[in-house]
């Protein structure tokens, strides 16, 4: 049996975990519960889910009688993982590190604290834990060789029930994929302006729009367009940060990207610090 089991939720988010594994340098399968997970990504096996993908509380214990046997278990480090990685942790009384984004050794990590400021170096004392990825910080894969595929079998959900789901169409790109972002914050006063000013420009560049958190709890911005700390993590080629001063808990969501536009009248804004 391989050594890693990795958990993705979409197809997305097998690259960059298959590029965690490949850094470990050990054997790996694959669980898409997506489906859809790619043969091409070095994984000794691919097991894919079909259907709607269950709530955390009903995937837990599938997933941990799936990980029996595997050394490490390696979840994205979004806000589908930070609900499931650690509930696994706690069913399998395993330590767990968290937004993984460098490997220094196979129990040695670095992940970022203190929204950022820090970088930590963690030491696993354990043969076996849980590690969640932060897919921005693992681009590079090698590709090659087409792995087993089966079927991966969903729990039937748990105590909590999908009543609906609720979705906005739109043709832009999944915000932690683009290679463009145009952010906004709250002086865009309303969501009529947001969608003209940044959706608009977005739109313009082939990019994804994005939002502070104080654009979202005001309601001018869609909660699932927030980057920061409690949003998503991004690090595309160009950033575009339109009438955002620079919370820290905002710039650890976007502080990796390449190249940095700040739009903004106070010259003292804390965004243009990076």
């Given at each position: ?103 220094e050794s196979p129990k040695s990590f670095l992940r970022p604290m203190f929204a950022g400021n820090v970088t930590a170096k963690v030491e696993v004392d354990s043969e076996r834990f849980i590690v969640s990825v932060r897919a921005t910080a693992f681009q590079s894969v090698n590709r090659g060789g087409s792995s087993a595929a089966s079927a991966f079998a969903m729990p039937s959900e748990g105590a909590t029930k999908r009543v609906s789901v609720d979705e906005k169409a739109g043709g832009r790109p999944d915000l932690t994929q683009a290679r463009v972002v145009v ?92």
């Open positions: 049996m391989a050594a890693i089991l990795l958990v993705a939720f979409v197809a997305s988010d097998c690259e960059p975990l298959a590029s965690f594994a490949q850094k470990m340098r050990t054997a790996y399968d694959l669980i898409c519960l997506g489906g859809d997970g790619p043969q091409d990504l070095g994984a000794e096996r691919v097991m894919n889910g079909s259907g709607p993908i269950p709530p955390a509380d009903a995937l837990a214990e599938s997933i941990a009688a799936a990980a029996a046997g595997y050394s490490v278990i390696a979840f994205p480090a979004t806000m589908a993982g930070k609900d499931l990685a650690p509930r696994v942790a706690a069913l399998l009384d395993l330590p767990m590190v968290s937004d993984v984004m460098s490997v952010s906004g914050g709250r002086p865009l006063k309303d969501a009529e302006t947001f969608e003209k000013l940044i959706g608009g420009l977005a739109d313009a560049l082939g990019g994804a729009a994005g939002a502070t958190r104080a654009a979202v709890d005001s309601g001018i911005a869609a909660n699932e367009l927030q980057v920061g700390q409690t949003g998503k993590i991004v690090a595309p080629e160009l950033y575009i940060a339109a009438g955002i001063s620079g919370s820290t808990q905002h710039m650890a969501g976007m502080k990796d990207s390449k190249v940095i536009v700040a739009i903004n009248t106070d010259d003292d804004a804390p965004i243009f610090e990076i």
